[in-house]
Every structure is written in C-alpha cells, then in structure tokens.
C-alpha cells in the first residue's frame, strides 16, 4: 500500500494528515494491500470486505492479518484498527452491523461506565489497559459514538443528552451534513500509558511465603 | 502474516521473540486445546474450546497490580448479559474484566485461565447481587492467595454457573424511525 513516501505516486491527505488513497481503484488497493489481506477478504461477505477496502484506502495495508480480522497498529489517532469478518447487528441509532472497531488511549473513571454501557452498547472500556473503544459500521459513527462517551464520561452530556445528540449528528451525516464530532476526536487523546494498574491486596511478604 | 496450517511448531517459531509471559502463556494454552485456530504476530486465537467462546493470547503484557503485580495477557471470553447498573461495579472489582453490551460478551484477562475463571465467577456473583464490588476484591484477594499457596477452589477450577450460548446481545432500539431516513433520502436523493 502506498504511503505518502511512496515516489511512485501520492493520494490526498486529510485534515490529521493521513494520506487517503480513494483515487485508486479497489483492486489496485488490493495489490498494494499485499496478497495475503487479499486473500482473507475475498472470501468474506460484501460488507466487512467492502470496510476492509475503505481501511485500506485509509491506513495501508494491515499490520496484521487473520481470517477473521484484519488489524492495524498506531494509526493516529487510532492505537487499534480492526475490521471483522464477523459482523454484530446493532440498532442504535439505526439497524446496522458492528463490524469496525477503532481503539484510543484513554484513562476510563470505573464510576462512569454505567452511563457508558447506557448511552452505547457498543462502546467498550477497558480500565487495566486504558483503551476505550468503539465498533460501528464507519469510521465517523466511532468518531461520534466516542466524542459522546468522552462528553458524558466528563459530565456535558447526561445519557438521554448523547443518545438525542448521537441520533441528530447520526441522521445529518446521513443526510450528507459534516459535524465536526463525526469528522475527528473533539479532545485531546492522551498518549500511550492511559492503564489504570489498580494496587496489589496481597503482600509480598504473603506471596514469597 | 498468516499461518496456513497452525501447529504447534509454528507457534512456537512466531512466539519465539514475544515476551516471557505471552510466551509461555502459549505453551500452556496449547496444552489444554491444543494449536490456535488462528494466529498473527500479534496475537492467537482459539475459538469455542473449553467453556469459552473464544480465547485470545496477546503477545503484548499489560500490567496489573491487583491482587498481586502480572501481566495480563489471556483474555478469555463467554455469552453473558450484564444488568445495566453493573458496569461501574464491575470495572471497580476487576479493571481486567471487560463487558460488550452489543455484542452479549463477557472477558477477562490475565495470566492464566485459573484467576480468568476466577475474575468471571465472581463477577458473575457480583452481576446478579450475591456480592458487592468490594466483597468481591476481598474473595479474588482470598482465593488467589490460596490458589499460590497450592489450595485451589472451584472457583479457579471453571466456571460456577450455567454459560449461556448466544441470545445475550443487546441490539438497543432504533432512534432515527426508518421512514423519516426513507423520505429524506428520496428528497435529497440519497442512497443508504
């Protein structure tokens, strides 16, 4: 895959710099892609290989590559990417399967994750690593679904809030109208090292006994 | 990469230059199931072995202190539907233990699949009521200390309550009613 050192040829770059490939063709993404993701995705159904493709066009070709899932490594301001085989339907805000799932840094409040759980089921924390998640159909639904979880997460929205703000943003991207919450992260991602280690209840002492 | 045929060999060659723990980790998963089903640089992947619906090796440790400083590595995943005010509890009890609503999944992750059966059955007893978050530290306290004292409970012999296989999803419910999306897409010509 092509990246913006490539001398053979360059795509556009977005706003967080990243070098967008979508004037190439899908079998062209696909060579650059490297044979081995495009082995795995042909045999997938329509939809995960039609994200796989778009994640390609946006991040390269995958740093890691299974049957089930395809998986990049640090692509800002992303710490995971992974698209599935295997999709999740989902209802909220509108029926649709869950299959990207995009990973920030991030140091979860344990306290917080009720409202979380209850704004998006498929937003996800995890408090030892310090990563929160979120898996929807598009990049832009888990820019949303995650700008909204931070909102509530530091107390601007109540749940009832994020939900009506996720179905209006949700229902004006559709309808082809940007907002910045479904174009980037409206905050600042903290780097690596969000782990919430938690503290040890059994003492040395009673370990080396 | 991808591994075509996954033997045992194979994983030890692309385990080789992981760290000590996900290493040997390995070796003990494939003990008990044998080879992965799936496997990448990153990490392996049983799938439907034991009483989990999946099983994942990660090459990469993360820290934990609680109850005593490892390195999480094994997460093992099963059905399970969380009642909604157990999250935060949850998260209080066992930062390691990780909950997908959509999805209808429970995981956790550790070093070993004992204190996985263990962070699981207490946090089962923690979902429906039988303990608070804070009993709940005080017996993994308790019966991982036991378990490294070689006094295993069933605790960390497998899991203590009947493991539900599939209808734990949480689809939620539409927001954005279909035919207003249908009519707008029709005006502004549109196709979802």
Partial sequence: MARSDDPGSAGRIDQTGTEIRDDLPPAELLARAGAEATGVIESWPSQPREAAIKTIQRYGAPDAVMPSRLIWTDKTPWRRVVVNRDVVPHDFPKPHNDLLEEWISYRIPSERLDDVARFDGSVIAERTKGELGARCDKEEMNYLALNLAHDVIVGALDVDAARRAYTEKAGAFMMGKSDPYTEALQFPVPPNGSGDRDVPTINAQEVRQ | MT?????????????????????????????????????????????????????????????HDFPTP?????????DYRVPPDAYAP??????????????????????????????????????????????????????????????????????????????TADRDEITIPETILHKLGEKLGITE
């Fill in chain 2, 90 to 167: 949850l998260a209080w009890f066992d930062g390691s233990v990780v909950v997908e609503r959509t999805k209808g999944e429970l995981s956790a992750r550790c070093e070993g699949e004992e204190m996985n059966f263990l962070a699981i059955n207490l946090s089962h007893d923690l979902a429906t009521g039988k303990v608070d978050a804070d009993e709940a530290r005080r017996q993994y306290t308790e019966i991982a200390k036991a378990f490294q004292a070689g006094h295993p409970s069933p605790y960390t012999q497998g899991l203590q309550f009947d493991v539900q296989h599939g209808g």
């Fill in chain 2, 70 to 78: 490892h390195h999480d590595v094994l997460q093992q995943f099963i």
């Fill in chain 2, 3 to 63: 591994v075509a045929t996954i033997t045992e060999q194979t994983v030890e060659e692309l385990t080789s230059t992981w760290p000590t723990t996900s290493r040997e980790s390995a070796q003990t998963v494939m003990r008990s199931y044998g080879p992965p089903d799936e496997a990448c640089e990153e990490l392996l992947l049983w799938v439907g072995h034991g009483p989990w619906k999946h099983t994942i090796l990660w090459r990469d440790e993360i820290p």
